[in-house]
């Protein structure tokens, strides 16, 4: 499967945006499907992830209500929406699949096999 994010944009402090992962080769609802970000100076970090199939979805503790993570089949793609954003919400996103049925970590990068390129995420006033 490939994966391609998109959705990045320079926003202010407050507001919302959502990240597109489409996906493509397979369909993504065969897959768990994670959001890592990468901010400046930072190791890689998970935000939230979504189970193949029945789509049960996790959120790593650090980011909390802020983001909501979901799936949508017949576009083939999955979103993260993040709301009230903050300064300290700059990063690269990437989006990551791992082909394990019904499980997901929103945390362990390691159990992820494919990765988008990433998008930029910039929060400033």
């Known amino acids: 499967v490939q994966l391609v994010e998109s959705g990045g944009v320079l926003a202010q402090p407050g507001d919302s945006l959502r990240l597109s992962c489409a996906g493509s080769g397979r369909r993504l609802h065969y897959y768990s499907i994670g959001w890592f970000r990468h901010a400046p100076g930072e190791g890689r970090e998970g935000v939230a992830c979504?189970?193949?199939?029945?789509?049960?979805?996790y959120y790593a503790t650090s980011p909390e209500d802020r983001f909501k993570i979901s799936r949508d089949n017949a576009e083939n793609t999955v979103y993260l929406e993040i709301s009230n954003l903050r300064p300290e919400d700059t990063a690269v996103y990437y989006c990551?699949?791992?082909?394990?049925?019904?499980?997901?970590?929103?945390?362990?990068?390691?159990?992820?096999?494919?990765w988008g390129q990433g998008t930029q995420v910039t929060v400033s006033s």
């Open positions: 979504i189970s193949s199939g029945n789509g049960d979805t």
């Open positions: 990551a699949a791992d082909d394990l049925y019904g499980y997901c970590s929103a945390t362990d990068q390691n159990v992820y096999d494919y």
